[in-house]
């Protein structure tokens, strides 16, 4: 069997930590972009005159299908290839595609400009985690991704924050008139300049080293190649579905639900535009304080379990999906829109720990020379189903099952019914599973055995 890394682990150190900061604020400014959409639904349904389904295209599908499909060959990639120059090429294209989105007239441009999005972004997790897989050795692993896992959290509360409390000022302006541009709608003139403040991001990409790129040729060695990574995902299929399934219901609760939400508020509970507002910030303040405090402790969590337990991943993923689940199961039938952000505060701090849970615990029990396939297919289900086809659930069951607007609320609980029960039995189905797989080989060996 061939080795699967190129370099040996770098030490954990100021500089491995300056290298997640990094990435944890390009992982910021790349969730803004995505989220972004979330909150402009309303003017954008107004000027392009679409439906609720077609906007779940926006937030969903139209993204996912690309970040999906470029994230397996990216994962494939950053096996072989530079990390740094994937994240920088990939954070060049999303954020120049985030600011054509503000130049589009028409539902079929503004699709054509979320695909392009969603292909700079599947570049980043793949890349990204594998990098960081190589900075830190897996008892600090957990940390490491958890303050990474940070840029999900951050990225969707800004997000908010920015729909709740800037759009409603340049609203009031009325049309723009920018330079080379011209006429431009006020959620327009936003995306161009989200759009462009990830250039920021892509200079300071320029300060992160890739230690297979200083490692000597030949000292290189061939990487696993996909029919090695999938005959070991084969051998411990019980594992990577107990471990991934989990974590893609709680994509379903955080991305596909947390879409919905601006607009759950707006419509059921008849908020003034400037309640809603208020509304919406309160909720990117939650968002953002719940996840970070969930994301950063949940990776300590994570390496606590795992140093004492066997199954100490799947306790901590458990743990994220109990706290969660009935959160956002509970919040869309509140009475009040107050009772409702307060209900939503668990779901925040579940969410975050489910991000930390969810890498970290892929990146613990897989060999170096696979991660960055098996991250690009872990986020290949996430994006496929918590980004893809989540949103538009929630879309179709409002328009074609409640039949109405306003009753978005059954719409949200019954995604989170789903998503928390199936996410809770995949888990506890595959514990004994995972506790044979720690049981029969060594995790930190640098390449799978035969199976």
């Known amino acids: 069997m061939r080795q699967a890394s190129d370099t040996p682990k770098a030490k954990s150190s100021a500089y491995a930590w300056w290298v997640v900061l990094v990435l944890t604020l390009t992982y910021i400014i790349a969730f803004v972009d995505r989220q972004i959409l979330a909150v402009l639904v309303g003017p954008i349904k107004r000027d392009l005159a679409i439906s609720d389904t077609q906007i779940s295209l926006l937030l969903g599908l139209a993204f996912a299908v690309f970040y999906t499909a470029i ?43 979320r695909m392009g999005v969603g292909l700079g972004e599947a570049c980043l997790n793949p890349a990204a985690m594998s990098l960081i897989s190589d900075y830190f050795d897996r008892e600090r692993l957990g940390r490491a991704i958890g303050v990474y896992s940070l ?75 996909i029919r090695e990574a999938a005959r070991f ?48 910030q309160a909720w990117g303040l939650i968002l953002m304080a719940g996840n970070i405090i969930g994301g950063v402790g949940g990776g300590f969590l994570i390496d606590v379990f ?25 919040f869309p039938q509140a009475p009040s829109a107050g009772l409702a952000l307060l209900i939503l505060t668990p779901a925040a701090l579940g969410s975050g720990l489910l991000q930390a849970c969810g890498a970290a615990s892929l990146m613990g029990v897989t060999p170096s020379g696979m991660r960055g396939k098996i991250s690009a297919v872990y986020f290949f289900a996430i994006n496929t189903i918590g980004v893809g086809v989540g949103p538009t659930a929630v879309a179709l069951l409002t328009d074609y099952v409640f039949k109405s607007p306003n009753l978005i609320r059954h719409s949200l609980t019954t995604i989170a019914v789903f998503a928390t029960l199936s996410g809770i039995a995949a888990a506890l189905v595959a514990r004994r599973a995972y506790v044979r797989m720690a049981a029969a080989i060594s995790l930190d060996r640098e390449a799978p055995e035969q199976p």
């Open 306 to 330: 795992v140093r004492r337990y066997q199954d100490g991943h799947m306790r901590a993923i458990l743990l994220g999906l109990i706290v969660a689940g009935p959160s956002y199961i509970a």
């Open 233 to 280: 995902v084969g051998r411990y299929r019980l594992v990577y579905f107990g471990l991934c399934w989990p974590i893609v219901a709680g994509s379903l609760l955080a991305i596909a639900i947390g879409s919905w939400i601006p607009t759950f508020f707006l419509r059921t509970y008849g908020l003034t535009p400037a309640d809603g507002a208020h509304a919406i």
């Open 71 to 113: 994230g397996l060959v990216a994962g494939w990639l950053s096996d072989r290839s530079s990390r740094r120059t994937i994240l920088i090429t990939a954070s060049c294209i999303w954020s120049i595609m985030t600011s054509a989105s503000g130049l589009v007239r028409s539902f079929g441009q503004l699709l054509l400009a």
């Open 151 to 225: 840029g999900i959290a951050i990225g969707g509360g800004l997000a908010a924050l920015i729909g709740g409390a800037v759009l409603p000022h340049i609203e009031a302006r009325g049309e723009m008139l920018l330079p080379l541009v011209g006429a431009t709608r006020p959620w327009q003139a936003l995306m161009i300049a989200v759009g462009l403040s990830g250039l920021v991001t892509t200079a300071l990409l320029l300060t992160v080293r890739d230690p297979r790129d200083r490692a000597p040729r030949a000292s290189r060695t061939s990487p696993v190649t």
